[in-house]
């Protein structure tokens, strides 16, 4: 296998990028430097592998092939057809072009698109006599290509289907969260097993099989297979290797203090399927209730939840009389509790009539949220910081 540092880049939710790359260098990846939109580092072939079977966070694990500059779709073409794709992948393969440009000058993305197949398929024609087939809904092989104003960068995907399609969520509900959003904002919430964790919306149950697996050490890819095992150069015994100490790592399947609720049964019932699936069933707590009415379940913990809004329920006003409601019982019931809200509807911060202490932004794919953070403590967050401040001026 090539010893020289493989390039990588790592796509994920906007706003989890500083998440994501703590993370991957916690997998062993080196020289990690955060981007909008992802992370780049650099790696061998078992950190390939690794990050795919381990990493919460990343959507992909994206292998960089060339880059370069080019004015011209020539030069697209050129650079493409110079690669050595019969060394990574046989010609039986299918593949899929993907490219996504900022700020670039060339008319077609679509046309380049075509050139980049193309380019690919010429050169397999000529060094093999054969060439792959395109398949767009489920190929072998899925090549990126990304343009800006002056470079062109060409990548591998050496995952396939995007990594927050753990294999273990059988239905979801009408708005679902993306698995890898959800362990983000696990991980932003510095939730650690242990601590008491609850969903009093939980719909299909997402966070909490998020949480179900981080408490037990349940590598997110281990039910899956990847892009890369298709590749010439695989090393089959090495991820056996890594697969095998990921499963041996994990813990036995008991009770956690993982707690969800839901007013609606059948949001339940998608969220028990789930935990069944995953083998998850007796980890997690889960009890039919009105989020208005509910006592919590210990003494302090952390609540995360992705409440209705706008997108997901049309009736505005129905919105507008429960997010006050739900600011009260907080208040009232879950003091010494950390609470996260994420939500898409702009009028949440202000119906909900607490003071956050942390607004993060984050995407869920296309669709634009806030995380925000409430540190419940007696006598309300103006209150406390007002003390604070009294101190402060004391000093």
Request: proline share 6%.
């Amino acid at each position: 296998m090539n010893t020289q540092p493989l390039h990588f880049f790592a796509p994920c939710p906007r706003g989890l990028e500083s998440m994501l790359a703590i993370e991957l260098a916690q997998l062993g990846a080196s020289c990690v430097r955060a981007h909008n939109g992802g992370v780049q580092f650099q790696g061998d072939w078992r950190t390939c592998y690794r990050t795919n079977l381990e990493s919460r966070i990343a959507s992909r694990i994206l292998w960089r092939i060339t880059h370069q500059p080019y004015s011209h779709e020539n030069d697209i073409y050129n650079a493409a057809y110079a690669l050595p794709w019969d060394t990574w992948f046989t010609p039986s393969c299918t593949i899929r072009v993907n490219l996504a440009a900022i700020k670039c000058p060339l008319r077609s993305l679509d046309y380049i698109t075509l050139k980049i197949k193309d380019a690919v398929c010429d050169q397999f024609r000529h060094s093999t006599g054969e060439r792959p087939s395109v398949n767009t809904v489920q190929p072998d092989i899925r090549i990126h290509g990304f343009l800006d104003a002056q470079q062109f960068t060409l990548y591998l995907d050496t995952s396939g289907e995007a990594l927050f399609k753990r294999g273990l969520r059988k239905v979801a509900g009408e708005a679902p969260l993306r698995e890898n959003l959800a362990a983000g904002i696990l991980r932003l919430s510095n939730w650690q097993p242990g601590t008491t964790l609850l969903d009093p919306m939980c719909g299909s149950g997402t966070f909490l099989l998020e949480a179900a697996q981080i408490a037990l050490n349940i590598a997110p890819g281990s039910r899956r297979h990847f892009a890369f095992e298709k590749f010439i150069h695989f090393d089959s015994v090495l991820w056996r290797q890594l697969k095998a100490a990921a499963i041996a790592a994990q813990l036995s399947s008991t009770s956690q203090q993982l707690y969800g609720n839901d007013l609606y049964g059948s949001a339940l019932t998608d969220a028990r399927t789930n935990l069944q699936a995953a083998g998850l069933t007796d980890v997690v707590t889960l009890k039919q209730a009105n989020m208005l009415e509910i006592s919590p379940p210990a003494a302090n913990g952390i609540l995360i939840t992705n409440p209705p809004y706008g997108v997901r329920i049309g009736e505005q006003q129905t919105l507008a009389d429960f997010y006050p409601q739900l600011g009260d019982t907080l208040k009232k019931r879950f003091n010494g509790w950390t609470v996260y809200i994420l939500s898409a509807d702009p009028a949440l911060p202000k119906s909900i009539r607490l003071s956050p202490s942390r607004r993060i932004p984050l995407f869920n794919g296309a669709l634009e949220c806030r995380l925000l953070e409430y540190k419940m403590i007696s006598g309300g967050m103006r209150k406390t910081r007002k003390i604070e401040n009294s101190r402060s001026s004391n000093l």
